[in-house]
């Protein structure tokens, strides 16, 4: 799948301020700084399409981007981020939480995992979550530009033996790297195949 054409509709405090109608749409979450935007801006080969940040904590609020007219990437905030107060991310998972549990047109969930670290609580408690209301996810391991070919092997096998003690199939996954250009291909492939059947 190409993308032609790609625009910004609006940045959203809640689920019920996001855009009416009802056309498919792909959203990306996971800890501040695992590389969303970054995703997003490469996915859609523009620049500062998403806006991104070395400081974790840039992305606020729920982001819409139209894609060639029928269907929408998602540009969430991210979650895990220490330097905010408490309220201020108990303010954020509910939005997030309460964004997942309601917009019924989102197709799939990619949940953007650092594949430099071994899993971590936030994100292991954030799938068993996805998991208990039933919210469809795929998994991207990102910025593997930084590690080797065998440490990310590794690195996913870790993942897969963590979730298989919980799970029973381990869930879609991609690989990426918005430095090393990959996983592109694959990740638009699967928006492409899912996005239909879901009309
Ligand atoms: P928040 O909006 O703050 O939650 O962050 P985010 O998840 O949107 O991350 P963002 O895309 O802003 O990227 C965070 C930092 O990681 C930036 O400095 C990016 O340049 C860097 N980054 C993103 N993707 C990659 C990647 O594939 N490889 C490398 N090496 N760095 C990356
Ligand atoms: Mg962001």
Redesign the pocket.
């Given at each position: 799948m190409e993308i032609q054409d790609v625009r910004f509709v609006k940045s959203s405090p809640d689920e019920i301020s996001c855009p009416q109608g009802n056309l498919p749409e792909y959203a990306?979450v996971?800890?501040?700084?695992?590389?969303?935007?970054?995703?997003?801006?490469?996915l859609t080969d523009r620049k500062n399409l998403?806006?991104?940040?070395?400081?974790?904590?840039?992305?606020?609020l729920i982001n819409h981007f139209l894609v060639d007219d029928c269907w929408y990437l998602v540009?969430?905030?991210?979650?895990g981020?220490a330097k905010v107060s408490k309220g201020e991310r108990k303010s954020f998972m509910s939005l997030l939480y309460n964004y997942l549990e309601r917009r019924a047109s989102m197709v799939c969930l990619f949940v953007?995992i650092d594949s430099r670290h071994a899993p971590q609580n936030n994100d292991l408690e954030f799938i068993q979550w996805l998991g208990e209301n039933q919210i469809p996810f795929a998994l991207i391991f990102?910025?593997?530009?930084?590690l080797s070919a065998l440490k990310l092997q590794q690195s996913i096998e870790q993942y897969k033996k963590t979730l298989l003690q919980t799970w029973e199939s381990f869930p879609p996954f991609f690989i990426?790297?918005?430095?090393?250009k990959t996983g592109r291909d694959e990740i638009l492939r699967f928006i492409a195949d899912t996005k239909d059947s879901s009309a």
């Open positions: 990306f996971g800890r501040s700084n695992v590389g969303k935007s970054s995703l997003i801006n490469y998403a806006k991104t940040s070395a400081q974790p904590g840039k992305t606020k540009d969430l905030p991210g979650y981020y953007l990102t910025k593997t530009d930084k990426s790297s918005t430095l090393a």
